[in-house]
């Protein structure tokens, strides 16, 4: 990785710089493979899944839109995802954000 001066980084470039590093080495892929694979993952997507057929069945095919969906799930759904799962996940990202961005969480800790 380049020699990054990050006090003159806006945050929004810093989430891109991390999507791009998670992106090309791999670590995007084996996480969402570990979401995959994950037995509590599966219950709660099918929790999710229900969750759409029963507003879908309440109020009509005709007068529901992906958007309205959305409206009606997405809280519900963040709300019922495993925390202990949640928790993981942001242990594998904080590691693995550690050994690429040392200089820039050193940075951002001191500053």
């Not at 989430?15 to 080495?25: D, F, K, Y």
């Amino acid at each position: 990785m380049s020699n990054i001066k990050w006090e003159n980084v806006s945050d929004s470039e810093v989430r891109a710089e991390i999507e791009a590093v998670l992106e090309s080495t791999g670590e995007t892929k084996r996480i969402r493979s570990f979401l995959n694979q994950n037995e509590s993952v599966q219950e709660w997507h099918e929790q999710v899944k229900a969750l759409c057929h029963q507003i879908i069945y309440e109020n009509g095919i005709d007068n529901i839109t992906p958007d309205i969906l959305y409206d009606y799930v997405a809280a519900k759904a963040r709300s019922l995802f495993p925390e202990s799962v949640a928790e993981e996940v942001r242990s594998k990202l904080v590691t693995f954000l550690q050994t690429q961005f040392e200089d820039h969480i050193w940075y951002k800790l001191n500053s």
